[in-house]
């Protein structure tokens, strides 16, 4: 399988993992973090928005984190738990401060920087999914943590921070939330 084609299947992977994701919120049998996932929406967005207007020809893998991550969003909105913390609110604040450092900076720092705020938005996953396992889907993380493995089996070029960085802490951060869930489903 090519590396093209294997990117093009890391890419519905991630996306296939937002429907059990769907169904659970709806269900009301997880309640992801509404911060994470408003946060994540937004950042999503605009790289989304910055690689279509860079000019690429194929951001099938951030159309599919981007779009199914809205969903979520919204559905979070009408079905989830609509609390926010003081560690939301820090998480956002320093999340946004990583936006402007990404959106004023060269390519490698960056990337740093939005990898950065992406993580620091996901803090509230982590907190949560440590603190109550059973509000977050192993399955769901799961499915991503394969998806965004086939994305760093599907790296060409190696010599390139900004190329494999993305993959490669995305599939870390997506198997720590699946470990971290999988212990509330152990009953």
Known sequence: MSQEILGMVGGLVVLSAHFPLYVAIVRKTVKPSLATWSMWSVMLGA???SQ???????PWGMLAAAS????VFILLLFYGERNWTRFDTRCLFLS???MGAWAVSGPAVAQVAFLASLFIAGAPTVRN???HPKNESSLVWG????????TVMAVQDWSSFTIWIQPISSTVFNCLIFVLALRGHGD
């Not at 279509?52 to 194929?58: E, L, P």
């Not at 499915?143 to 086939?150: E, Q, R, Y």
């Open 47 to 49: 790289t989304l928005a």
């Open 52 to 58: 279509i207007a860079a000019g690429k020809t194929d």
């Open 68 to 71: 199914g991550t809205i969903l």
């Open 96 to 98: 946004a401060l990583g």
């Open 129 to 131: 999914a440590w603190e």
């Open 143 to 150: 499915i991503f943590t394969v998806g965004f493995l086939l």
